[in-house]
């Protein structure tokens, strides 16, 4: 499967995104799905991870309450939906997939990368 994320941009500190991750090749309903991000000089993390049918979720601490994972495999698409953004929020974020539904948390255990958008939030 290829995964093409989109949405990232410049936005002020309390402003909001939303993040795409379209997929292409297969049906994204077999996989699990995540949002990892990177920032400068930094290890990629994970952010929210959901279930092949969306009906589970799971966030990072630094997220929780703020960031939204959704997906609708009718349209092959995952999303993250940031609200109340902050500046410590600025990093390139990814979407990957992995077969199998069981959460994972760390970016070893995904199989499939899209090519990562910016964030970039100002104060």
């Known amino acids: 499967v290829q995964l093409q994320a989109s949405g990232g941009g410049l936005v002020q500190a309390g402003g909001s995104l939303r993040l795409s991750c379209a997929a292409s090749?297969?049906?994204?309903?077999?996989?699990?799905m995540g949002w990892f991000c990177q920032g400068q000089g930094k290890e990629r993390v994970f952010v929210a991870v959901?279930?092949?049918?969306?009906?589970?979720?799971s966030y990072a601490d630094s997220v929780k309450g703020r960031f939204t994972i959704s997906r609708d495999n009718a349209k092959n698409t995952m999303y993250l939906q940031m609200n109340s953004l902050k500046p410590e929020d600025t990093a390139v974020y990814y979407c990957?997939?992995?077969?199998?539904?069981?959460?994972?948390?760390?970016?070893?255990?995904?199989?499939?990368w899209g090519q990562g958008t910016q964030v970039t939030v100002s104060s």
């Open positions: 959901i279930s092949r049918s969306g009906y589970r979720t």
């Open positions: 090749g297969r049906t994204i309903g077999s996989y699990s």
């Open positions: 990957a997939a992995r077969v199998g539904d069981s959460y994972k948390y760390t970016p070893d255990e995904y199989d499939y």
